[in-house]
């Protein structure tokens, strides 16, 4: 398996940017999915964006156009740019690595003032 760690979560102002990273314990080149969930208080955790080993990309229909995901394999590191940020993307965002197992990170708060 895969130990994760995310970071660059934190407080900004609607209409701002973040960039979050996903750091992985040994190589990603192989892995064959990696993603990126979120979880706001009371709601179920839902997909935001991943990205297969081979390039492709799948984004929740409701962030497309303000998410993108990218991932540097000489870095092991998966990234979420987040642009035009709204009160409503507040969650713990959590990483995510998917072989024929599954791992997660511990996961990084994003907060999103109005």
């Known amino acids: 398996q895969v130990q994760l760690v995310e970071s660059g979560g934190g407080l900004v102002q609607a209409g701002g940017s973040l960039r979050l990273a996903c750091a992985a314990s040994r190589t990603i080149f192989n892995i064959a999915t990696m993603g990126w969930y979120r979880q706001a208080p009371g709601k179920q955790r839902e997909l935001v964006a991943a990205i297969t080993s081979r390039g492709s990309i799948n984004y929740a229909d409701s962030l497309k156009g303000r998410f993108t995901i990218s991932r540097d394999n000489a870095k092991n590191t998966v990234y979420l740019q987040m642009n035009s940020l709204k009160p409503e993307d507040t969650a713990v965002y959590y990483c995510?690595?998917?072989?024929?197992?599954?791992?997660w990170g511990q996961g990084t708060q994003v907060t999103v003032s109005s």
């Open positions: 995510n690595a998917r072989g024929n197992w599954v791992a």
